[in-house]
């Protein structure tokens, strides 16, 4: 593989050892891996680098990741795997609403970052073909722009949000299970993220609106069809 075709990841966090650790991962990986230390040099070179993906840690010197991301989005739309100590949904929230992608919690794998970058990268990549739009009352999804408009409103969705909401409506009235959501969004093959899951929904009804999705509890989550 040429460099021109290896992905290009920023990997931003202050702790050394993690971040040589993560570096190291990612190069044996084939990825072309740079290195932030603090919030404002993160924004400096997500702009001058235009990455790929960036992993993103949380508490950073300077300012956090949240403003990192609200920065860069303010500019350019980047992919961004957010990396934390907290363990707090609400900073979660908080985090995916700024536009991250997806949220790994310290300690975690190298094996499980790795594949929830390629899902990332993957899902960021255009769609081939037109597959026109998917619509709910007052709800739709244009799946050849991936936009989204509730109540002729544009939403801004993540783009983990968007894949999440259209698994519901094409599934039309379903119910889809944490671990079919899971691998059909995430690529996960068990259920170990389905507070992800949960996080994630949480997310779509706060840009949408409560009664767009159900829980069905004990199983997963379904859109609300109208009755005729």
Request: hydrophobic share 40%; proline share 5%; with cysteine.
């Amino acid at each position: 593989m040429s460099d021109a075709d290896r992905p290009r990841i920023l990997v931003v966090e202050d702790e050394p050892d993690i971040a040589d650790a993560v570096q190291a991962r990612l190069e044996g990986e084939g990825f072309e891996v740079h290195v932030a230390v603090d919030g404002p040099s993160a924004v400096t070179r997500a702009l001058e680098l235009d990455p790929d993906l960036i992993v993103l840690d949380l508490n950073l010197p300077g300012f956090d990741g949240l403003e990192v991301c609200r920065r860069v989005h303010a500019q350019r739309r980047i992919p961004v795997v957010m990396v934390t100590a907290r363990d707090h949904e609400s900073d979660m929230l908080v985090g995916l609403g700024l536009g991250a992608d997806d949220y790994l919690t310290k300690p975690f794998s190298m094996r499980e970052l790795v594949a929830r970058i390629r899902v990332v990268l993957r899902r960021a990549q255009p769609e081939q073909e037109s597959a026109g739009s998917l619509n709910l009352g007052s709800l739709s999804l244009d799946v050849e722009r991936r936009l989204t408009t509730y109540d002729g409103a544009q939403v801004h969705l993540t783009p983990t949000e968007f894949d999440l909401l259209r698994a519901l409506l094409e599934a039309n009235g379903g119910v889809l299970s944490r671990e079919v959501l899971l691998h059909r969004v995430w690529g996960y093959n068990d259920s170990s993220g389905s507070r992800t899951v949960d996080s994630h929904v949480r997310s779509i009804r706060r840009k949408t609106a409560d009664d767009i999705v159900r829980t069905v509890h004990g199983i997963g989550y379904a859109v609300v069809v109208p009755t005729p």
